[in-house]
């Protein structure tokens, strides 16, 4: 695993523009870095990022069915009782999912540690799916890197695929996508699985997550007052759960992308879960819920609320001294400890591994990199290659 630098596309922003990626620089600050990448062996990536993906994405389907009417459990994971039910008719349905990250250290020695597993809201799909397989044609075209260079990157094919399977339970039904309003990389995120499911044969339409409404009998509607049936929201469960209509979620016939089980699979209680499930799994490390008395053992940790996003509200302890904490609005509902394992270094950046599955299946990886131990909503995306 190597971070080769690169010459910039002279013509990229521009190219930016034409395919709607809008959110490549934000508040004045680069996100999408083309001046480097990252480079792969074929084993690494088969041996140490996909067959591991695949198994931890595997262990963390069996947390949730442990989970799942588990009462002790389910409180440990905050999630509102009034919910439980509608949770286990969720899953015991099979409610189809769609896609999901789970985050990784990897240095390209070893076996990759998981993180966590972004498995409700999972952005940077587009950056994945299409902008960097973009980049690594036109410089496979222009020589700066080989033409024998691919990427582990089926993530846009899957994706169609996917809908196109889905489609055929939700036969000339309209698919509404949603996100919140004010949020321009979320918005390109819901446009880009938008254009898959067009792809895939599917009616679609869009609506504000401020926009959706309800009937008096409590079916959900779009700004036009059309039922909404069939629905991908790029908005987290645990919002929706203390939310004006939240109570109607479950109670009416809305089938959702991604489905209610999720709601455990992307909450941070699944990370002691699974440690307890798979002791000293290679790609796992300890995880213990706040208080356990077990976390005495651990000398330099990671603390995490049960809910959080984008890096917010996590603390580094070394030597049981906080050195690093990241503001955020989370935290109220509580912690769960992490051993303390640094991501790879390269120069002065700290790089992340997202790793993308779809129907269960690993479709790619996503790069990201930032000057501090913890990955935010502006570390930088920088694409990759495998080199033959």
């Known amino acids: 695993m190597l971070r080769m630098p690169i010459p910039e ?8 523009s034409e395919y709607g990626f809008n959110f490549h620089t934000m508040y004045g600050e680069p996100y999408w870095d083309e001046s480097a990448y990252y480079q792969f062996t074929l084993k690494q990536i088969e041996e140490d990022i996909e067959d591991p993906t695949e198994e931890i994405h595997q262990m963390c389907l069996a947390v949730v069915d442990r989970v799942v009417g588990n009462d002790e459990l389910l409180r440990k994971f905050q999630i509102p009782p009034s919910y439980w039910q509608s949770i286990s008719d969720s899953w015991g349905r099979k409610d189809p999912s769609l896609y999901s990250r789970i985050d990784l250290a990897y240095d390209g020695q070893g076996p990759a540690k998981l993180y966590e597993n972004n498995a409700d809201t999972p952005t940077s799909v587009y950056e994945t799916g299409f902008w960097q397989w973009l980049w690594l044609a036109d410089n496979a075209r222009s020589g700066h890197i080989s033409r024998n260079a691919d990427q582990f990157n089926s993530l846009q094919d899957k994706l169609v695929e996917r809908f196109h399977f889905l489609a055929q339970t939700h036969f000339n039904e309209t698919l509404h996508f949603a996100c919140c309003k004010d949020t321009e990389e979320d918005f390109g995120t819901v446009e880009y699985l938008k254009d898959c499911a067009v792809q895939a044969g599917i009616t679609c339409k869009f ?34 759960m203390h939310e004006e209509f939240g109570p109607l979620i479950g109670k009416n016939e809305t089938c959702w992308l991604e489905p209610l089980w999720k709601s455990i699979l992307s909450n941070k209680a699944l990370l002691p879960l699974l440690w307890e499930l798979f002791p000293n799994h290679p790609n796992l490390l300890p995880a213990y819920f706040e208080g356990d008395a077990r976390v005495n053992d651990l000398k330099d940790y990671v603390k995490k609320p049960i809910f959080s996003r984008e890096g917010a509200n996590i603390s580094v302890f070394r030597n049981g001294k906080c050195t690093r904490e990241v503001p955020g609005p989370y935290g109220k509902e509580g912690y769960i400890i992490q051993a303390y394992h640094p991501l790879p270094q390269f120069g002065d950046n700290y790089t992340l591994i997202g790793s993308w599955l779809v129907n269960d299946k690993p479709a790619g990886i996503s790069m990201r990199e930032d000057k501090s131990l913890v990955t935010q909503d502006m570390s930088r995306y920088l694409p990759h290659i495998i080199q033959y």
């Open 207 to 240: 609506v504000y997550i401020e926009d959706i409404g309800r009937t008096q009998s409590g079916e959900f509607t779009d700004k036009d007052d059309v039922i909404v049936t069939w629905i991908f929201k790029l908005y987290p469960w645990e919002f929706m």
């Open 9 to 16: 596309r002279s013509h990229w922003r521009q190219q930016a």
